[in-house]
């Protein structure tokens, strides 16, 4: 990625130099419509990198969970945020963050992108994925179960 | 500072239980007009703070610099960041990439405050200051000399 000083937004929400991609690369259908720019990367395994993160209009990311924290700040649009046994509704600006080993979804609302920067250690766990058993047991708890998508 | 999973923005670029700190704690003459919000904390010293800053119309931030790489964000306003010997002029989402021992400051215009986001290590050296031979070898590169405050 770019070493450059400065990286200016070129249009809303896309920086000079900085490709977007697929959010991951293992083409799963475990998420829906969602892009991935990585806007820093310190080079350091023991540093961390800031991501962007836009889910289109009624889109989601993956239902999982993993050891390192996520960061999170919105930056545009609206949407929700399933973290752990808990729903939270998003707006600009607000804050999310993911404890160690906490189930956690984000999907945008219908009318438009939810964009959000996501913190994380540059050396971290792979996320995995629930189980029938673990998916079953989110599905059964009537707060969070209409949520889930998998 | 808390460690909620959801914490919401409560009126623009301020957030529930997140205070708004002093810029740093010596109180020096060194900067102006700028408020800190730490706005996460991983908890682990070798992990990494996101951290909320704003400067009021027409401050600046200390010239310094030190190891630790700064990734910043700008969310709103307008200013100039001196990296190095280049300054940039700064919009909302711009993105600045501070290196290792590159002098810096921020300053933001006259107008409206100049508010932007800054992804640090935990466990960072200490910013140092100019001498006064530094300073004044800043401040006779004609591309420069003109910006720094100090």
């Known amino acids: 990625m770019s070493q450059k000083t400065h990286i200016a937004q070129t ?5 000079e130099d900085v490709p977007v991609l697929a959010y991951k690369e293992d083409g799963g259908t475990h998420f829906r419509s969602i892009t991935r720019q990585v806007l820093f990367d310190d080079g350091d395994a023991a540093g961390s990198q800031l991501r962007y993160f836009e889910i289109a209009p009624g889109g989601h990311s ?15 649009g609206c949407g929700q945020a399933l973290v752990g046994r808990e729903i939270h509704a998003l707006q600009a600006n607000d804050l999310v963050r993911v404890p160690p080993q906490t189930w956690h979804q984000f999907r945008a609302t219908a ?17 995995r994925l629930p189980t029938v058993a673990e998916l079953a047991e989110l599905r059964a708890d009537g707060r969070i179960g209409p949520f889930v998508r998998a």
């Open 111 to 127: 009318g438009e992108p939810l964009g959000f920067l996501c913190v994380v250690r540059t050396e971290r766990d792979k996320p």
């Open 11 to 15: 249009e809303p929400f896309r920086w």
């Open 62 to 76: 993956t239902l999982e969970r993993h050891d390192h924290i996520h960061s999170v700040m919105v930056l545009r």
